[in-house]
C-alpha cells in the first residue's frame, strides 16, 4: 500500500497525473458529451420518421418521395429496391416501367398507414428510408409485381438490357 501512495506522490511531483481536470480537457469533455448528445438527437429523429409526423407529401418516381417533417420538406430515397427512372429513361420501356411503378407507389401511399423508418442520408443530401404501407414493406411489394428490383447500393441495373433481355 506505501509503495503504490509513493508512486503516486511522484507521479504528481512529475507532473505524470493531475488530481485536478485542466480547464482545457474540462472544454474537450463538455464538447464530447455534447457533441455526443446532438448525435443521439440527429439518430433518434431520423430513425422512426413516422413517430415524429412526418408524412409522404409527392410521390416523384418508383423510388423516391418527398416527405414532409416539421413544416419542412425533404427528399427521401427508399431503400431496398430499385425501380426504372422516369427522369431520363434510356428507352421507351424503362419510361413506360417506370410510369406503372410511380403510379403504383402512389396507390400504395394512398390505400393505408405509411411507416417511415429513416435508414441515414444517401450522398446527395436526400434521407434514406424503409417505407411499409399497412405493416407490409413496399420494397417487397414492389419487387413481388415485376416493377423493381432488390438493391442494396452499389451499380445500378441497366434496366432497358434488362427489359430487352426479358422481351
Not at 506522490?9 to 488530481?19: D, K
Not at 433518434?44 to 423510388?63: E, F
Not at 443530401?125 to 409485381?145: C, F, H, K, S, Y
Request: charged share 20%; aromatic share 8%; hydrophobic share 45%.
Amino acid at each position: 500500500m506505501h509503495i503504490r501512495c509513493t508512486r503516486h506522490a511522484y507521479l504528481l511531483r512529475r507532473g505524470w497525473v493531475s488530481m485536478k481536470l485542466s480547464p482545457t480537457l474540462f472544454a474537450y469533455v463538455v464538447v464530447l458529451v455534447m457533441a455526443l448528445i446532438k448525435f443521439t438527437d440527429w439518430f433518434v429523429a431520423h430513425h422512426d420518421l413516422s413517430a415524429r409526423g412526418c408524412l409522404v407529401s409527392y410521390v416523384y418516381d418508383g423510388d423516391t418521395v418527398a416527405l414532409t417533417c416539421d413544416g419542412q420538406e425533404r427528399t427521401a430515397r427508399l431503400v431496398g429496391f430499385d425501380t426504372p427512372e422516369t427522369k431520363s429513361p434510356g428507352c421507351a420501356a424503362e419510361a413506360a416501367l417506370g410510369a406503372q411503378a410511380t403510379t403504383r407507389l402512389r396507390a400504395l401511399v394512398a390505400a393505408g398507414r405509411v411507416t417511415l423508418d429513416g435508414q441515414g442520408s444517401d450522398k446527395y443530401g436526400r434521407l434514406l428510408v424503409r417505407m411499409a404501407v399497412a405493416g407490409q414493406d413496399v420494397a417487397d411489394t414492389l419487387i413481388n409485381e415485376g416493377l423493381a428490383v432488390a438493391y442494396d447500393g452499389g451499380a445500378r441495373l441497366n434496366w432497358c438490357r434488362r427489359l430487352r433481355a426479358a422481351g
